[in-house]
T-cell receptor
Framework: NAGVTQTPKFQVLKTGQSMTLQCAQD?????MYWYRQDPGMGLRLIYY???????DKGEVPNGYNVSRLNKREFSLRLESAAPSQTSVYFC????????????FGAGTRLSVL | DQQVKQNSPSLSVQEGRISILNCDYT??????FLWYKKYPAEGPTFLIS?????DKNEDGRFTVFLNKSAKHLSLHIVPSQPGDSAVYFC????????????FGTGTKLQVIP
């Protein structure tokens, strides 16, 4: 069972470069999420997609864009990377029902120099 | 504004003893609470949850207690095992806004053999 798959696992960028983090889930979940984890900050929601065709901002959306490509895939784009975006990024999915138990990918560790 | 707080960054417990992880919240709208467990280089995995209509939920060695008047919940692990060594995140959400899950900063549990 693949669950939630994130690519790449590691990435180093220079300030100003752009990149897209990919996420795919095979659980037929309706909702998908992008979080970032920073030391002492826990997990913070960047964007989420409640269902295919919709996206909404989370707690820390500035500097990011997302695309819900289809029901399986939800990508996160950094248009012009900044050192403040150095973090570990997690994608998650859920059925989208109440109680909202989320299933997470293994994460992408991003460094912006 | 940290709406979900885990004030203990770390905790060490002897194998076989009880581990108690604490979590406080400030938002009265929260009515569903979850605990996630995270190993290094992996994504968080769901552990146990509790609805605000209950004050206790048990699943094997794991029990979560909710004190609504104090806006406090705790996770008890009995008996603690070395494999329980991980970071534990408390999370909260609410009806009508269940897509936005707010996470605490995490407590790193070390179970000493």
């Amino acid at each position: 069972n693949a669950g939630v798959t994130q690519t790449p696992k590691f990435q180093v960028l220079k300030t100003g470069q752009s990149m897209t983090l990919q996420c795919a889930q095979d659980m037929n979940h309706n909702s998908m999420y992008w979080y970032r984890q920073d030391p002492g900050m826990g997990l913070r929601l960047i964007y989420y997609s409640a269902s295919e065709g919709t996206t909404d901002k989370g707690e820390v959306p500035n500097g990011y864009n997302v695309s819900r490509l289809n029901k399986r895939e939800f990508s996160l784009r950094l248009e012009s990377a900044a050192p403040s975006q150095t973090s570990v990024y997690f994608c998650a999915s859920s059925e989208g029902l109440e109680k909202n138990i989320q299933y997470f990918g293994a994460g992408t560790r991003l460094s912006v120099l | 504004d940290q709406q979900v707080k885990q004030n203990s960054p770390s905790l060490s417990v002897q194998e076989g003893r009880i581990s108690i992880l604490n979590c406080d919240y400030t938002n009265s709208m929260f009515d569903y609470f979850l605990w996630y467990k995270k190993y290094p280089a992996e994504g968080p995995t769901f552990l146990i949850s509790i609805s605000s209509i209950k004050d206790k939920n048990e699943d094997g060695r794991f029990t979560v207690f909710l004190n609504k008047s104090a806006k406090h919940l705790s996770l008890h692990i009995v008996p603690s095992q070395p494999g329980d060594s991980a970071v534990y995140f408390c999370a909260a959400t609410y009806s009508g806004g269940y897509q936005k899950v707010t996470f605490g900063t995490g407590t790193k549990l070390q179970v000493i053999p």
